[in-house]
């Protein structure tokens, strides 16, 4: 066969490897070590480069296939072993922790308060250093005397400092529906949690804007302008809002509104219909 097809067939069986190899490392009840799936990875490089050294069509397939399936198990693995070094310490999950660090998303804000990803730079406990995982997801939730006010204003791209509460991430197992665990690993988060901004609690810091995350920023600032536009329609500069930059801060309130509309309409014609 020919040194062409001979390669084409060999990248062909490497893909067929890698895909092999990679669900093979899914199906994993417990991770190795990063050094076997270094040496896994490693292993499955110099096989492809010693495709050049064969001259027949089928070992060159089988060492393809083989070399592929090494490098989709060892960078998969490693991917994980080095996701799962920056899980939350079990020993830190519930307890009041300073966390420095910036605002890393567009803030979804209802009316219980403001839901952001934040990117941890430093974290405390007791004047001490702690571990946080690099990224987090969390909750600014407003006290029941500050029901229906404006919020923290959080913008993406600012610098903070306050004290959190943290949990290593959890979701619903059911059958066919939205996995948010997964959901959670995809996007880099390893700890969800709430800002702690009571009374007793130590007040939360603006440290100043950052340049980090200025897409997210222009984003914010556009749906903050097409909402004071609109203002006169909430639900028009949600929607507005979700089209144009994927605010659906909005959509998700109304979709709550609808929901709980409905099943109060429900209720009240169950009770027709028992009392007549």
Same mark, same amino acid.
């Given at each position: 066969?020919?040194?062409?097809?001979?390669?084409?067939?060999? #990248?062909?069986?490497? =893909?067929? @490897?890698?895909?092999?190899?990679? !669900? %093979?490392? /899914?199906?994993?009840? &417990?991770?190795?070590? *990063?050094?076997?799936? #270094?040496?896994?990875? =490693?292993? @499955?490089?110099?096989?492809?480069? !010693? %495709?050049? /050294?064969?001259?027949? &069509?089928?070992?060159? *397939?089988?060492?393809?296939?083989?070399?592929?399936?090494?490098?989709?198990?060892?960078?998969?693995?490693?991917?994980?072993?080095?996701? &799962?070094?920056?899980? *939350?310490?079990?020993?830190?999950?519930?307890?009041?922790?300073?966390?420095?660090?910036?605002?890393?998303?567009?803030?979804?804000?209802? &009316?219980?308060?403001?839901?952001?990803?934040?990117?941890?730079?430093?974290?405390?406990?007791?004047?001490?250093?702690?571990?946080?995982?690099?990224?987090?997801?969390?909750?600014?939730?407003?006290?029941?005397?500050?029901?229906?006010?404006?919020?923290?204003?959080?913008?993406?791209?600012?610098?903070?400092?306050?004290?959190?509460?943290?949990?290593?991430?959890?979701?619903?197992?059911?059958?066919?529906?939205?996995?948010?665990?997964?959901?959670?690993?995809?996007?880099?988060?390893?700890?969800?949690?709430?800002?702690?901004?009571?009374?007793?609690?130590?007040?939360?810091?603006?440290?100043?804007?950052?340049?980090?995350?200025?897409?997210?920023?222009?984003?914010q600032g556009v749906a903050e302008r097409i909402e004071a536009r609109v203002h006169e329609d909430p639900r028009s500069a949600g929607v507005l809002a979700a089209l144009v930059v994927g605010d659906q801060s909005a959509i998700v309130a109304l979709g709550k509104r609808l929901v709980r509309?409905?099943?109060?309409?429900?209720?009240?014609?169950?009770?027709?219909?028992?009392?007549?």
């Amino acid at each position: 066969m020919p040194p062409g097809l001979i390669v084409r067939h060999s #990248g062909f069986g490497a =893909l067929l @490897g890698w895909v092999l190899g990679v !669900a %093979l490392q /899914l199906q994993q009840p &417990a991770l190795w070590s *990063l050094e076997v799936y #270094g040496a896994l990875l =490693l292993a @499955g490089v110099l096989g492809l480069g !010693a %495709l050049r /050294l064969t001259r027949r &069509a089928a070992p060159a *397939l089988l060492l393809a296939w083989v070399a592929g399936a090494l490098i989709g198990v060892g960078a998969t693995g490693a991917r994980a072993v080095h996701f &799962a070094a920056d899980a *939350l310490d079990p020993a830190l999950q519930g307890i009041d922790i300073e966390a420095t660090g910036r605002i890393a998303s567009l803030p979804q804000r209802s &009316a219980q308060g403001e839901r952001f990803e934040f990117v941890v730079e430093s974290a405390a406990r007791g004047g001490q250093a702690v571990a946080l995982p690099p990224r987090l997801q969390l909750g600014w939730y407003l006290r029941p005397d500050e029901a229906g006010g404006a919020g923290p204003g959080l913008r993406a791209g600012d610098r903070w400092r306050f004290t959190v509460r943290l949990r290593s991430p959890h979701g619903n197992a059911n059958p066919h529906g939205f996995d948010r665990e997964r959901w959670l690993w995809e996007q880099g988060i390893q700890a969800t949690g709430y800002v702690r901004s009571g009374p007793r609690d130590p007040a939360p810091q603006r440290l100043g804007a950052t340049p980090w995350h200025p897409l997210d920023r222009l984003r914010q600032g556009v749906a903050e302008r097409i909402e004071a536009r609109v203002h006169e329609d909430p639900r028009s500069a949600g929607v507005l809002a979700a089209l144009v930059v994927g605010d659906q801060s909005a959509i998700v309130a109304l979709g709550k509104r609808l929901v709980r509309q409905k099943s109060e309409g429900f209720q009240r014609f169950d009770i027709s219909l028992s009392s007549s």
